[in-house]
């Protein structure tokens, strides 16, 4: 029922391969509330096209939408979010409607408010960015690949305080309820 996202603290970096200098590549982590089944994904940069972008590509992982999305705060997704009133981008309230999803921004400074996905960055800081520091990756279609292979493994493990792992959860207990993807992904459309 509930996608909650955000971008990890920690960046892993990308080497241009012609002058050596580092790129920083920012790590987007969408994870489903009930399995704990996440989507990771890097990106050059934290812009609203890769937001959205990161989001289109994670329905697409799993195969279906959430009736809700939670994200932080942030200016790429929530321009304004007080108790009285809460005011989404435009572009990101499109891409909600788009996929019949509702946003529900997380209150500020309540990191409680999604703690599957705080808690998968924590996990994923370690699982995959961790694991992959001392890798060398010259684009971002190497880093991707690299990341997808480690959340395979991360998918795999099986609970430790319960029967399964979280993609046999995810396949027999969350994935039927999604809601089915659009006939078309969302396209991206610039406001001017």
Not at 24 to 45: D, N, Q, R, T, W
Request: proline share 5%; hydrophobic share 45%; net charge neutral.
């Amino acid at each position: 029922e509930q996608m909650e996202v955000d971008w990890a603290g920690a960046t892993m970096e990308i080497a241009d391969n012609m002058t050596g200098e580092v790129i920083p590549a920012y790590i987007f982590v969408a994870a489903l509330s009930y399995s704990g089944y996440a989507y990771v994904e890097a990106f050059l940069s934290r812009n609203q096209e890769n937001w959205i972008a990161a989001h289109v590509n994670a329905y697409r992982f799993f195969s279906g939408a959430t009736r809700i999305l939670v994200p932080d705060n942030l200016k790429t997704g929530v321009l304004k979010n007080t108790k009285a009133e809460v005011v989404l981008n435009r572009t990101y309230q499109e891409m909600a409607e788009h996929y019949g999803t509702a946003v529900l921004p997380a209150r500020v400074r309540k990191p409680k408010d999604k703690p599957s996905v705080e808690g998968a960055v924590g996990v994923i800081s370690t699982w995959i960015i961790a694991a992959l520091r001392n890798w060398k990756f010259f684009t971002l279609q190497e880093l991707n690949e690299a990341i997808r292979g480690k959340l395979e493994e991360f998918h795999k493990k099986p609970f430790q305080k319960k029967e399964g792992c979280r993609l046999s959860v995810f396949l027999t207990e969350e994935r039927p309820l999604l809601l089915p993807l659009p006939s078309r992904e969302f396209e991206l459309a610039q406001w001017k």
